[in-house]
């Protein structure tokens, strides 16, 4: 986004009506558009996440006073879409006294987010919370995922996949893909569950197999790409599902 086509938030959306029609998505972007715009100003580049509606009147908003509830609806949506940004590491309290006075500022992931399409991706990977996944996979595998480093996370899922699956089975670590899969999941073999059909065992074989070969192997040897953020987070939930899975048959010790 260059200079001159940075725009106050008074320029986005004139009216109070408008604004609280945002969703909050929708305006978080437009703040930090407008923080972005007023950035290099050492006192208006700084907002307070609590008064919105008080920090727009200098600028022509101006809601009437006896209006209280639209100064709170406003001063509500506020908060709840720096409360977004402050989650996605766009924003950040500012220093000492300002910050806890609820004034807040960008932050460099903030300052450098300034296409529509960058945001979306942070928007999206914010819809992933680490409690979604299995436990295994919320250390690094979600780390990089947050930190749009989406071939890693997927890459790093579904080689924890293979791993505790031959954990579980108790095989050698010469075997993997399909090899290990097949006998860990053989009737009565050790991830099996009694009185299960070889059909059964076999498709839930193929499940994983068929997974390690979609989402690992081409990981293991490219980088991937992926222009869809929730492509990835997919593929994330799918090696989430399989951990459970092997969790459910892991024999006793």
Same mark, same amino acid.
């Given at each position: 986004?260059? %200079?001159?086509?940075?725009? *106050?938030? +008074? ?7 408008? @604004? &609280?029609?945002?969703? =909050?998505? $929708? ?92 945001? %979306?991706?942070?928007?999206? *990977?914010? +819809? ?7 436990? @295994? &996979?919320?250390?690094? =595998?979600? $780390? ?110």
């Amino acid at each position: 986004m260059t %200079e001159m086509t940075q725009r *106050r938030l +008074l320029q986005i959306v004139p009216v109070a009506d408008d @604004l &609280l029609a945002m969703s =909050p998505d $929708e305006l978080a972007w437009a703040l930090l558009e407008d923080m972005q715009a007023r950035s290099t100003d050492p006192i208006a580049g700084i907002a307070n996440r609590e008064h919105l509606a008080a920090s727009l009147h200098p600028f022509g908003l101006q809601p009437n006073p006896q209006q209280h509830d639209v100064i709170n609806r406003l001063n509500r949506a506020g908060r709840n879409a720096f409360a977004l940004l402050e989650r996605w590491e766009l924003i950040e309290p500012a220093d000492d006294m300002n910050g806890r006075n609820g004034y807040v500022v960008l932050t460099p992931k903030g300052r450098g987010t300034t296409e529509r399409t960058d945001f %979306e991706r942070v928007r999206v *990977r914010g +819809l992933l919370k680490a409690e979604m996944l299995h436990p @295994l &996979l919320r250390g690094k =595998p979600y $780390e990089d995922f947050t930190a749009d480093h989406l071939d890693a996370a997927v890459l790093e899922a579904f080689k924890t996949v293979e791993i505790e699956v031959r954990a579980a089975a108790q095989r050698p670590d010469s075997e993997h893909g399909k090899d290990l899969i097949f006998r860990a999941f053989a009737v009565n073999g050790p991830l099996s569950k009694l009185g299960e059909t070889k059909p059964q065992c076999e498709a839930l074989a193929g499940l994983f197999a068929g997974a390690l070969a979609r989402f690992r192997n081409p990981g293991a040897h490219t980088r991937r790409t992926f222009a869809d953020v929730l492509e990835a987070m997919e593929e994330m939930m799918v090696a989430s599902r399989l951990l459970r899975i092997v969790d459910e048959r892991r024999p006793p010790r």
